[in-house]
Every structure is written in structure tokens, then in C-alpha cells.
């Protein structure tokens, strides 16, 4: 099951983040704040936005991130805090 926060089919970044552990996060879209709490294996999530979507996380190494269909791999490494950001062109410096 795929849980999809969506705005304007005309927007220029895609994230999709898939838990393989319980993992914390809060995702950024466009300046505004979409989610924060614990993902969870199995339930994966996608954010479109316009201009960036930025990912901050307690545990990096449990999550997957896949930015316009494109593997990112895991955010970093196993219990590393840590915030990464990417915009219609790829991966920007997180905010």
C-alpha cells in the first residue's frame, strides 16, 4: 500500500520513502512541513512538490528514498541523523 500526499500534477520533484526499519522523519515540501513521525516497513509514502522536498531522520539507514523513479538509496547511515533535500534537477543542500 502506497500512502500519497499529492499537490499539482504539474509539480517538479517526486520522493518516495520506503521504511525497511521503524525510522523517524519529518519531510519538508516547498517550505511546508507534511509529515513527521515514524515510518514504518511496509507502508511506504510519496510527496510531490514544486520546487524541494527535504528529509530529516533519525535513522537514515532504515530508510529507501527514490526521488522522479530514480533509487537514491538509504538516506545514511545506521542511526545517524541526518537531513538531505532534493529539487527537479536531483539532490540540492538540505535547508
Known amino acids: 500500500m502506497c500512502i500519497r ?9 517526486t520522493l518516495t520513502l520506503e521504511a525497511t526499519e521503524h525510522a523517524w522523519a519529518r ?7 507534511v509529515f513527521q513521525g515514524t515510518m ?7 510527496w510531490t512538490g514544486e520546487r524541494v522536498i527535504s528529509v530529516e531522520t533519525g535513522n537514515g539507514a532504515g530508510l529507501l528514498v527514490t526521488v522522479n523513479g530514480q533509487s537514491q538509496g538509504r538516506m545514511c547511515g545506521r542511526g ?8 527537479p534537477d536531483g539532490e540540492i543542500t538540505a535547508p
Open 5 to 13: 500526499d499529492s499537490v499539482s500534477s504539474e509539480g517538479g520533484v
Open 80 to 87: 545517524q541523523v541526518c537531513a538531505r533535500a532534493w529539487g
Open 40 to 46: 514504518v516497513p511496509e507502508q511506504p509514502r510519496t
Open 27 to 33: 519531510v519538508t515540501r516547498d517550505g511546508r512541513q
